[in-house]
C-alpha cells in the first residue's frame, strides 16, 4: 500500500477552513482536544462511515486525525483501499498542540477519558504486575502472563499495531454514544 499524503501542522492551519478533518481517535480522547471543527469517528467504526466520508471527500479534501499520526494513518489506508483519498495530519494532535495551536474541546460532551497510549501502558503495566505477584503468592507459572504482555508489546512495536488498545478502545467510556456518531455522520452529510 502506499503512504498517505501528510499536511503539517501549519500547512493543515493554514487550510482549515476548506478541509472536512475527521477524528479517529476515541470518544474520550476526542473530547480531550481536538482540531477545531473536527468531526470525531473513531477508527473502529470508519468503514462503517465510508458512505458520508466519500460524501465529504467528493466536495473537498479530507484530513484524518489522530493523537501521534499512526492511527490516522492506518484509517487512510483503509480509506485509500476504499477509493477515498484523504491525508494524515503528521504528528498528530500532539503536533498540532506542541505548535501552539488551540485545540477545541466539547463543551457538555462526553468526558475526557486517557489517551490511549496511556491506557495501554497502564493495563500492561497491572498486568505485568499482577502476573509477577500472582507468581509469588499462587503459582510459578504466573509469571507467564507478564511474559505474554510483555512479547505483546515487542510484537506492537515491530508490527505498528497494538492489539490492546483495539480491546481497550471497545470499553464502554472509549465507545462513541449513538447519538453522537449519528450526529457526526449528519454533519458529514451536509458538508
Do not use: K, Y
Request: glycine share 14%; with cysteine.
Amino acid at each position: 500500500m502506499t503512504t498517505p499524503t501528510a499536511l503539517g501542522t501549519d500547512e493543515a492551519r493554514a487550510r482549515l477552513h476548506e478541509l472536512t478533518v475527521i477524528d479517529v481517535r476515541t470518544p474520550g480522547e476526542f473530547a480531550g482536544g481536538h482540531l477545531p471543527g473536527a468531526l470525531n469517528v473513531p477508527l473502529d467504526r470508519l468503514e462503517s462511515a465510508l458512505p458520508e466520508i466519500r460524501g465529504a471527500a467528493d466536495r473537498g479534501e479530507v484530513l484524518v486525525v489522530c493523537a501521534s499520526g499512526v492511527r490516522s494513518e492506518n484509517a487512510c489506508r483503509t480509506l485509500a483501499g476504499h477509493g477515498v483519498t484523504a491525508a494524515t495530519l503528521t504528528g498528530g494532535t500532539g503536533a498540532w498542540a506542541t505548535g501552539g495551536h488551540d485545540l477545541q474541546r466539547p463543551e457538555g460532551g462526553p468526558r475526557a477519558s486517557w489517551a490511549m497510549e496511556r491506557q495501554v501502558r497502564l493495563t500492561a503495566g497491572a498486568v505485568v504486575l499482577l502476573g509477577l505477584l500472582l507468581g509469588l503468592l499462587v503459582h510459578p507459572a504466573f509469571p507467564l502472563l507478564s511474559a505474554g504482555i510483555a512479547a505483546g508489546l515487542v510484537f506492537s512495536a515491530v508490527t505498528d499495531t497494538c492489539g490492546m488498545a483495539a480491546v481497550l478502545g471497545r470499553l464502554p467510556h472509549n465507545r462513541p454514544r449513538p447519538a453522537d456518531l449519528e450526529a457526526t455522520l449528519a454533519a458529514l452529510r451536509g458538508r
